[in-house]
């Protein structure tokens, strides 16, 4: 399977933001995950990005490692 298109960068853009290296600094520091909370439940997503956050990790598809890989950001932030 090809990854190379489900970068954190790629996550970024699917998820309607900038993939910018500044910029995607600027989200992850300015938003955070408490302890034990799933990233599709913080309150900054809008509901599609939520529901594409959750697919992606429940079904174990194609994003999860990058899902996976910003959730760890989040919660380090």
């Known amino acids: 399977m090809d990854t190379n298109l489900h970068t954190l960068p790629n996550l970024f853009l699917q998820l309607g933001l900038s993939d910018k290296p ?3 600094e600027s989200f992850i520091k300015s938003h955070t995950l408490s302890d034990g909370q799933k990233i599709e439940e913080a309150e900054y997503w809008t509901e599609g990005q939520a529901q ?3 697919e992606s990790r429940d079904l174990d598809g194609a994003w999860a490692e990058s899902v996976d890989e910003l959730s760890a950001l989040l919660s380090q932030a």
Do not use: A, I, N
Request: charged share 50%; proline share 0%.
């Open 22 to 24: 500044e910029e995607m």
């Open 52 to 54: 594409f956050l959750k």
